[in-house]
């Protein structure tokens, strides 16, 4: 069983930066991929980013080159870095996890980018 906690979510200006965390209890060695995805208001829950245990990563198109992301297996921790938020970047940020077990989610993080 994985549970996950997202945290970071704020109110911040366009052109501004977040980092989004997501604690994953036990160890995310077995955890064989993990994501952010994100539902703005009205909107279906999209992915954002993905990296798998290699280290390869994948970004949607609307957010490559603006955000990051990563994971600390020693703190078992993931991350999302977003700069240059824009105003489309308002929506819930959930953390997600899938491993031999099962697909995980969290409870999501606000994120409201205003102008």
């Known amino acids: 069983q994985v549970q996950l906690v997202e945290s970071g979510g704020a109110l911040v200006q366009a052109g501004g930066s977040l980092r989004l965390s997501c604690a994953v209890s036990g160890s995310m060695f077995s955890i064989n991929v993990m994501g952010w995805y994100r539902q703005a208001p009205g909107k279906q829950r999209e992915l954002a980013a993905v990296i798998f245990n290699g280290g390869t990563t994948n970004y949607a198109d609307s957010v490559k080159g603006r955000f990051t992301i990563s994971r600390d297996n020693a703190k078992n921790t993931l991350y999302l870095q977003m700069n240059s938020l824009k105003l489309e970047d308002t929506a819930v940020y959930y953390c997600?996890?899938?491993?031999?077990?099962?697909?995980?989610w969290g409870k999501g993080t606000l994120v409201t980018v205003s102008s």
């Open positions: 997600n996890a899938i491993n031999r077990g099962g697909n995980y």
